[in-house]
């Protein structure tokens, strides 16, 4: 394909600066707002610089660092439960043919086109006779319904593209069941997976309507610490929040970020 | 082990987890929403709460308003991704730069970067002080009114910024799997790069922006935290509505925040299944 | 003889039960603390934990509640204390509300709420309020409760249901570099707003500052309080508020944004008065003018003042939800908020600057020379000065009525 006439490389080499930069801006005044001792209209840049947010934010009163090993927690558990019942669903999805699978989809993929809020506050009734409410067990669960979708979504598109049938081969040869997962599915449908708990672990740690509700306020994950700051005048605070929140998404990119390419069949295969 | 009892073990968990939280809370709120539960002793289902809010000149402003942002950031994003994929599927100098930015603004969650948006685009934020600055504006009140606005413009910016990477990634992934031979072909059969992008390549590319595209409507017109943050405080989105009308002391509001949120998935998926049938119809149509 | 054998056997379990219940802290009895002594519920309270949810946005209340009290709390008490921030005290009377709903009666989530007004007459009309035990707590003879300001929560009657811990009184801002000679008095400010267009907003009811703005100038329109004391009545409302929605509509042109939207709460009221977008700025705690300026959030020439015709005062108090598993520390709690030191020290202005509850004359003559001795920074209108003209709040019926009739007739037009 051609490289371009000067124009067109010049246009584009503006678009793509342009684009790096406004892809970095939301994150920058949050950073500096978390080193300034106020910083009204019309500094530019603040005028009184301190740590005092930072101590403050790592400290034991503000309650980040719980709230961080708190939605860590809650993240991770469901990420794991999404993997446990997503996978096998996508493969049912993927590998099978059966009466009723389009009913089966659509009903297992409706949460990503109906809002989370529709549904959440008559969970919350079920939840509060349950005694789930403003419980971590409770936050976990309701997670799982904006989650185990995508989880689904991208193991059935992998499992589409799946061949059972080296699953046959290696049984023939004498493997048990585990063994055929562990040596031939498995890695099989690794990458899927990868970018599967990805999705949900980015999902689940950024919800915040569905933690306040049914956490009742009590459960504590970072996005609602993040807001109640933000909300709260503390704008230095909350940017030291911020960036800390920000922190575990990007070491999960690192370690999967290869999964992402167009050469992952994962993201080709996800669509509806 | 036969095929069908597998299909159900498999399936099993799944539809255990969807139909208990997700249909078990949409029918509990369809159930409170008709003032119908037994457990406290509401026996007699009826649809004040409906009537009340059908009536009501706030829902169809909060509607329009959701409406609105939702339709206008998806499209926007959807044209822009487009764009953006189209320019990173080939390789340049800094490609990879964005590649990686991309994939960075996936893992920010929506809330980190609508307070980055607040710190930018309010009258007293960092734009308007770079315009004090350069002798364009003397106060803030100078400033265009870009958050807290009736138009809704800071929020349709936030979701922009965040969903342009994502369903640019899933387009950029669907284009790099096709390939550009079927372009080739067109091209070198007489086609214009035009011709050759809207009648080979998008049609190619079309159920993948679709399903993307679908995914952030949805999420832009459920999503609360963020109409709270940037928005105005009246007409505020259906979400906010839905929430307000939950926690309001007077327990006779409780029905109607049920109903509300009734209405919104129903309005969900009714302008899904629209917005699919339509973009089917009109792009076959060739 | 197995009868006796079996009798001794069960005897012996429900002897050997009773201090593994007592051990876990379980103190949803009210009844039963009522009926003790204080000594004894103190012993109850040991080693407990108690839940306390409360308005959240201000973090150096947020810092004096977990550090201050909460430290002495875990070191005279071994309580833990466990601070919850609230957006909305709503939020808290809602839990306990669903809970009764759902039957849950002795194992509620929320041992003590910060509370008044509205929210206070809600939990008491619904019986969501643990009543009668205030005689117990030692530091409730620091509590004037002769006074009708402290004896009626919003002209609701505490009745024994609450216990008071600071008082309030609403004050206005302005920086003094920029604007000199603010408005010092309702009438003056209207006028001044239609002098000054963009200059002005005030928070969305039911933002707390928000709505006692409302009702300042809804005791404008009425010309005084007086004629609104006593129980809600209709007609004087319609005719009141009819002209105060009209005065309000009135103005809206010449608000910031053209009235078009209002701030969603006080803190993003603040936020645009730090950021000079609008000129004046106000809240029910002055002190917080001075801790903003200390913070360097304000700027250091904002000087705060009050009306000249007064503006309203109120007393905050703590409830107990009925259904707490534990009364007995949220009362340990009350009772050490109330003492005169922790009063004092929520008194200082670098901490809170809050106003006592109690009666400073009745604590100890140290106590009395601390007090006396605290210094106001500038930036901050002192009590006294404000307690000159200070206006009563209105019953709790007259409250709900003014914001939802704002926010059908204001805020939706």
Redesign the interface.
């Known amino acids: 394909m051609l490289q371009g006439r000067p124009i067109s490389r010049a246009f584009r080499a503006l678009a793509l600066g342009l684009l790096i930069l406004w892809l970095v801006l939301p994150l920058i005044p949050l950073a500096i707002w978390s080193f300034a001792r106020g910083w009204r209209f019309p500094d530019i840049l603040p005028q009184d610089w301190t740590l005092q947010a930072w101590t403050y934010a790592l400290s034991d009163t503000s309650g980040v660092l719980g709230s961080l090993g708190l939605s860590i927690g809650i993240s991770a558990g469901v990420t794991l439960l999404s993997v446990l019942i997503g996978v096998p669903a996508g493969r049912a999805l993927g590998l099978y043919r059966f009466r009723g699978k389009g009913v089966v989809a659509l009903m297992i993929l409706a949460p990503t086109i109906v809002p989370g809020i529709a549904v959440a506050l008559g969970i919350h009734t079920v939840f509060i006779g349950l005694g789930l409410t403003n419980s971590v067990t409770g936050v976990i669960l309701v997670h799982l319904v904006p989650t185990l979708p995508y989880m689904v979504l991208v193991m059935a598109g992998i499992f589409a593209n799946y061949d059972p049938n080296h699953e046959a081969q290696a049984r023939c040869l004498g493997a048990t069941p585990l063994q055929t997962f562990r040596h031939v599915t498995l890695p099989a449908i690794l990458p899927g997976i990868i970018v599967g708990a990805m999705f949900a672990f980015l999902v689940s740690w950024s919800q915040y309507i569905l933690t306040l509700l049914i956490g009742g306020g009590r459960v504590v994950t970072l996005p609602l610490i993040l807001f109640s700051f933000a909300t709260s005048g503390r704008n230095d605070i909350a940017g030291a929040i911020a960036m800390i929140y920000i922190l575990p998404g990007l070491v999960i990119l690192a370690l999967t970020a290869r999964h992402l390419t167009g050469q992952n069949r994962a993201i080709t295969a996800a669509r509806p | 082990m036969s ?2 009892l ?2 159900v ?3 099993g ?3 255990l ?3 208990v ?10 159930l ?1 929403s008709l003032n119908y ?1 037994p ?2 002793g509401l026996t007699d289902p009826n649809f004040d709460a409906y009537g009340a809010l059908l009536t009501s ?2 829902f169809y402003q909060s509607f329009l308003l959701t409406f609105h942002i939702a339709f206008t950031s998806t499209v926007i994003s959807a044209v822009l991704a487009v764009g ?1 994929a189209l ?1 990173l599927r ?1 390789s ?1 100098a ?1 490609r990879s ?17 609508a ?6 685009f309010s ?4 734009f ?3 315009g ?2 350069w002798g364009l504006i003397a ?3 100078d400033f265009p ?1 870009l958050v ?3 138009y809704a413009i800071g929020i349709i910016l ?1 979701y922009v ?1 965040k969903e342009v ?1 994502f369903i640019g ?2 387009v ?6 096709i390939g ?1 031979d079927h372009e080739s072909v067109a091209r070198s059969l007489g086609a214009s790069r035009w011709q050759a992008f809207r009648h080979v390549l998008l049609p190619l590319i079309f ?2 922006l679709l ?1 993307a595209s ?2 952030v409507f ?2 832009t ?5 963020i109409p ?2 940037l928005g ?3 007409p505020a989105a259906l ?1 906010v509505l ?2 307000r009308q ?4 007077d ?1 006779a509001a409780r029905p109607q ?2 109903a509300t ?2 209405v ?2 129903l309005l ?2 009714a302008m ?1 299944w629209l917005y699919v049938r339509l973009a089917r119809h009109s792009l076959w149509r060739e | 003889m197995p009868i006796t054998r079996r009798a001794l056997l069960t005897s012996a379990i429900a002897v050997a039960l009773l201090p593994a219940r007592h051990a876990f802290g379980d103190t949803a009895d009210g009844k039963a603390l009522i009926a003790m002594t204080w000594d004894e519920v103190v012993e109850q309270a040991r080693g407990g934990t108690v839940n306390w949810f409360m308005w959240g946005g201000a973090d150096n209340i947020n810092q004096y509640v977990s550090d201050h009290i909460g430290g002495q709390l875990k070191a005279d008490y071994g309580i833990t204390l466990n601070r919850v921030g609230l957006t909305d005290t709503v939020e808290a009377v809602n839990i306990v509300l669903g809970e009764k709903e759902a039957g849950v009666l002795d194992a509620g989530t929320v041992d003590m709420i910060w509370i008044n007004g509205e929210n206070f007459r809600t939990m008491k009309q619904a019986g969501l309020a643990f009543c009668g035990y205030t005689h117990l707590l030692p530091n409730n003879t620091l509590v004037n409760w002769d006074s009708p300001a402290i004896a009626n929560d919003f002209g609701t009657p505490v009745e024994g249901c609450e216990v008071p811990w600071s008082r309030a009184q609403f004050a206005f801002a302005h920086d003094s570099a920029k604007t000199p000679a603010p408005p010092r008095s309702i009438a003056d400010l209207i006028d001044w707003i239609k002098a000054n267009p963009g200059q002005f907003t005030y928070p969305a009811a039911p933002d707390f500052n928000g709505a006692v703005f409302v009702r300042h100038v809804f005791y404008h329109v009425a010309g005084g309080h007086e004629t609104l004391l006593g129980p809600f009545d209709q007609a004087k409302f319609d005719d009141v508020a009819a002209k105060t929605w009209a005065l309000l509509n009135e103005l809206e042109p010449f608000l910031w944004r053209q009235g078009q939207t209002y701030p969603t709460s006080i803190t993003q009221l603040n936020e645009l008065f730090a950021n000079g977008e609008v000129a004046l700025t106000f809240d029910y705690d002055a002190s917080q003018f001075g801790l903003a300026v200390q913070a360097g959030r304000f700027p250091d020439t904002t000087r705060s003042y009050g009306l000249t015709d007064g503006t309203i005062g109120n007393t905050n108090y703590t409830v107990i939800p009925f259904n707490s598993p534990n009364k007995a520390a949220a009362m340990v709690l009350q009772n050490l908020l109330l003492s005169g030191e922790a009063q004092f020290e929520k008194a200082r202005p670098e901490i809170w600057g809050a106003a006592p509850a109690i009666e400073i004359s009745r604590t100890s003559p140290e106590i009395q020379g601390q007090f006396a001795a605290i210094k106001v920074p500038p930036q901050v209108v002192s009590s006294e000065e404000l307690g000159k003209v200070a206006l009563p709040e209105l019953q709790a019926g007259w409250i709900s009525a003014i914001e939802q009739g704002w926010i059908a007739n204001v805020a939706q037009k």
């Open positions: 095929e069908r597998r299909i073990l498999l399936l968990p799944a539809l987890v969807i139909g939280l997700f249909f078990g809370g949409l029918g509990v709120g369809v409170r539960m457990v406290i000149r706030a953006a320019l080939r340049f800094g730069v964005i590649s990686f930015l991309f994939q960075l603004n996936l893992t920010i969650p929506h809330l980190v970067g307070i980055g948006i607040l710190y930018l009258q007293s934020g960092s308007a002080r770079l004090y600055a106060k803030p009140a009114a807290f606005d009736p936030q910024w990477p990634l899933v950029l992934a669907n284009m790099q799997s550009q159920p993948g399903g679908v995914i949805a999420f017109f459920g999503a609360y935290e709270l943050l105005q405080n009246h979400p839905a929430y939950y926690t309001d002391v327990l925040a049920m949120a009734v919104i998935a969900s998926a899904i």
